[in-house]
């Protein structure tokens, strides 16, 4: 099935994501603010002057922004173009609330609109083995089935507008909350004067072992701070879990403290560097 498509957010994972459409042969149009990443395409996509004549040619429009704000300014550039008949799909990991409003707005004006966040890592994003969990109306997601195909290994209909960003959120959550954990206790035993490894090892005897772990917990015990994922996109993400919270007048307990950790973080110039670099906040503190 030949497709137009629009790819808007040519970064580490949407440039991997995008690459996937270009393959397989679809008429393919991206847009990035950046001129680097915009040039990475040339010869391979057309290069759209703004989002506004991307959009136009399209019929589905992938975004993968940074968070909910520039997500909220690209789709009111959209509502204002018109969005009858066309499909825009947020692969970005966007605040739920914000999605559900989208999704209201595009249905009322005769559009579809589906929260996609990206699992993975943008190797898989490039390889097109990356999941999805996809939130909105069944029948948009349905009818969406071929492009999903064109760049994920699984796409899950998890219900409703914002569900899938719900999902990420929550996985997110688990996962960050645990990294987190690594890198305030790893930092306490070195200081201590434990044999770090060997904490390691008994750990990985054990129930608290996991996938998690294994990731951040290897990162932070060996200091090996090499950039994954950035610590100022996981405040961001335990930054929408806690509006979520707040939105239910309901405290958020330790969550607080892990923003208060990754705000430290954040004033001592490590947001753009890897999440694992709470674990480096740890160690100024502990004077390591």
């Given at each position: 099935?030949?497709?137009?498509?629009?790819?808007?957010?040519l970064?580490?994972?949407?440039?991997?994501?995008?690459?996937?459409?270009?393959r397989?042969?679809?008429?393919?149009?991206?847009?990035?603010?950046?001129?680097?990443?915009?040039?990475a395409?040339?010869g391979?996509?057309e290069l759209?002057?703004?989002?506004?004549?991307?959009?136009?040619?399209?019929e589905?429009?992938?975004?993968?922004?940074?968070?909910?704000?520039?997500?909220?300014?690209?789709?009111?550039?959209f509502?204002a173009?018109?969005?009858?008949?066309?499909?825009?799909?947020?692969?970005?990991?966007?605040?739920?609330?914000?999605?559900?409003?989208?999704?209201?707005?595009f249905?009322q004006?005769?559009?579809?609109?589906?929260?996609?966040?990206?699992?993975?890592?943008?190797?898989?994003?490039?390889?097109?083995?990356?999941?999805?969990?996809?939130?909105?109306?069944?029948?948009?997601?349905d009818?969406?089935?071929p492009?999903?195909?064109?760049?994920?290994?699984?796409?899950?209909?998890?219900?409703?507008?914002?569900n899938?960003?719900?999902?990420?959120?929550?996985?997110?959550f688990?996962?960050?909350?645990?990294?987190?954990?690594?890198?305030?206790?790893?930092?306490?035993?070195?200081?201590?004067?434990?044999?770090?490894?060997?904490?390691?090892?008994?750990?990985?005897?054990?129930?608290?072992n996991?996938?998690v772990?294994?990731?951040?917990?290897?990162?932070?015990?060996?200091?090996?701070?090499?950039?994954?994922?950035?610590?100022?996109?996981?405040?961001?993400?335990?930054?929408?879990?806690?509006?979520?919270?707040?939105?239910?007048?309901?405290?958020?307990?330790?969550?607080?403290?892990a923003?208060?950790?990754?705000?430290?973080?954040?004033?001592?110039?490590?947001?753009?560097?890897?999440f694992?670099?709470?674990?480096?906040v740890?160690?100024?503190?502990?004077?390591?």
């Amino acid at each position: 099935m030949f497709m137009k498509i629009g790819f808007i957010g040519l970064g580490r994972m949407g440039g991997g994501a995008c690459g996937n459409f270009v393959r397989r042969g679809h008429d393919v149009m991206v847009y990035d603010i950046a001129p680097a990443a915009m040039e990475a395409f040339r010869g391979k996509a057309e290069l759209a002057r703004d989002p506004a004549e991307l959009f136009r040619r399209s019929e589905v429009t992938l975004l993968s922004l940074p968070s909910s704000v520039q997500v909220e300014q690209m789709c009111e550039t959209f509502l204002a173009c018109g969005v009858q008949g066309k499909t825009v799909i947020d692969l970005s990991t966007s605040y739920p609330l914000s999605t559900k409003k989208l999704q209201q707005r595009f249905a009322q004006a005769g559009g579809a609109f589906l929260d996609a966040p990206l699992m993975g890592n943008p190797q898989m994003a490039a390889e097109g083995t990356i999941s999805v969990t996809v939130g909105g109306d069944r029948k948009d997601f349905d009818a969406a089935a071929p492009v999903f195909q064109c760049f994920t290994s699984r796409a899950d209909y998890v219900g409703g507008p914002g569900n899938g960003h719900l999902v990420k959120l929550a996985l997110n959550f688990t996962g960050l909350m645990y990294a987190i954990t690594y890198s305030q206790m790893f930092p306490l035993m070195e200081k201590l004067g434990l044999d770090t490894q060997q904490l390691f090892d008994i750990i990985c005897e054990q129930k608290t072992n996991c996938g998690v772990f294994q990731f951040y917990g290897q990162k932070v015990k060996d200091r090996d701070y090499r950039l994954d994922f950035a610590l100022a996109f996981g405040l961001k993400d335990l930054g929408y879990v806690k509006r979520l919270y707040e939105d239910l007048n309901c405290p958020a307990f330790a969550l607080d403290g892990a923003l208060d950790l990754l705000r430290t973080g954040l004033k001592d110039g490590r947001g753009g560097n890897d999440f694992s670099e709470a674990a480096a906040v740890m160690r100024d503190y502990l004077e390591l």
